[in-house]
């Protein structure tokens, strides 16, 4: 099947990420075509940055590791500079001290409205390896998580002070998406399954009965994943209060871009496998950050079926982890982030150049390329930063 993609040329995208976009149109269930944003890089089996609707079908591995990853964000009525930067620094570590960062959970039980929910419905009960991954969600709610996740605290054009959380469904959907992968892997050699295992796309039917458990257990990824932002959400909206007490609140957003959806386009109802990629139909309003210390933005969708109402997740790599920390020493990215006046907030500085903007791609350009899918409203800067 035919592939489009957001960019000027084929050069623009890395060999492996072009190789694993192929394999998708190999498939035998692909509806239309499949569809890479201008931040794709490549990923497990399917590009990051990448769409794909398919016919009675779900791959774990083209939803991702993290189901549910996504970003929250919030507006306010004050401009940035009603705080110092001793107030924002001070603010910072409140706001750390509350939110667990990197592989730290809570030590103490948390209050979850949707793990309580999974309980009242039976999840427990299920003869499934996952179900202690229930329990040790309620220590994992309302913590950030490591990589490419942050709490931002930023100034849009006129100065006004934004907050963004990105995050996703922590160990309890890295464990979902896992279990799930492995079951199909298992299955398809066992179907003899025309897709090769090489892809590393293994597929579950909808209709069958563990491709309707994944579907259960990924909604429930995707349901812990949102609550996960509304809570650490919360605590900085209470941290702001504490330190601006006529502060008010506007424009929540709180959008997943990894996770498949039944949607219907082209007259066909199919699975949508958003893996990187946030959906923008006409007048959505979409969240598409940029690398840490650089700027991020927020659209209005404008409905563009080609993309299946998607447009990219944010800048995307450029550079590996690896790579980055090779490239770039820890007090060339420190440096770097001072030079801007960005203040970091990190427990850890030893893979900070994992997450250095020059990493990634230029934020910019990646909005140039898709103007047809999303209209701009609003860029952001970074004042400060958490990172894991």
């Not at 990420?17 to 509806?31: G, I, K, T």
């Not at 490549?42 to 991702?64: K, R």
């Not at 996740?149 to 995050?167: A, K, N, P, R, T």
Request: proline letters at 4%; hydrophobic letters at 35%; one cysteine or more.
């Amino acid at each position: 099947m035919p592939i489009k993609v957001w960019l000027e040329h084929e050069g623009q995208l890395e060999a492996e990420c072009l190789q694993q976009a192929l394999n998708l149109s190999n498939l035998p269930f692909v509806h239309r075509w499949v569809a890479l944003m201008p931040d794709a890089h490549s990923g497990y089996g399917m590009p990051i940055g990448g769409v794909v609707a398919l016919e009675d079908v779900i791959i774990p591995n083209a939803v991702g590791v993290d189901i549910g990853c996504g970003v929250a964000y919030v507006e306010t009525n004050i401009s940035k500079d009603e705080l110092s930067r001793e107030e924002y620094e001070q603010l910072v570590n409140r706001i750390m001290r509350r939110i667990p960062t990197g592989f730290s959970h809570h030590k103490t039980k948390q209050k979850s409205q949707v793990l309580d929910e999974a309980v009242k419905s039976g999840f427990r009960q299920k003869d499934n390896e996952l179900v202690k991954e229930i329990d040790a969600g309620y220590y994992q709610i309302g913590t950030l998580g490591g990589g490419n996740h942050f709490i931002e605290l930023q100034e849009d054009e006129e100065g006004m002070l934004c907050v963004m959380v990105h995050s996703g469904s922590r160990n309890f959907g890295y464990k979902v998406a896992g279990y799930y992968n492995r079951l199909a892997k298992e299955l398809n050699k066992s179907w003899k399954s025309p897709v090769p295992p090489e892809y590393d796309l293994a597929y579950l039917p909808v209709d069958s009965k563990q491709g309707r458990e994944y579907i259960e257990w990924m909604n429930l990824a995707l349901d812990f994943a949102r609550e996960n932002r509304h809570v650490m959400m919360e605590v900085v909206k209470e941290e702001l209060t504490d330190s601006v007490k006529h502060i008010t609140f506007k424009n929540d957003v709180n959008a997943h871009h990894n996770y498949a959806a039944f949607e219907e386009h082209y007259g066909k109802m199919v699975w949508v496998h958003r893996k990187g990629a946030i959906c923008v139909r006409k007048g959505m309003p979409g969240i598409i950050p940029g690398a840490m210390g650089s700027y991020s933005y927020i659209v209005e969708g404008l409905g563009n079926p080609e993309s299946f109402y998607s447009c990219s997740h944010g800048a995307g790599r450029q550079l590996s982890r690896r790579q980055a920390k090779r490239e770039y020493p820890v007090n060339y990215v420190l440096e770097d982030l001072k030079d801007q006046n960005v203040i970091l907030g990190k427990v850890r500085k030893k893979d900070v150049a994992e997450e250095f903007r020059l990493a990634y791609k230029d934020i910019d350009f990646v909005i140039s390329q898709e103007l047809d899918l999303v209209k701009p409203l609003k860029k952001l800067r970074t004042i400060a930063v958490i990172k894991g």
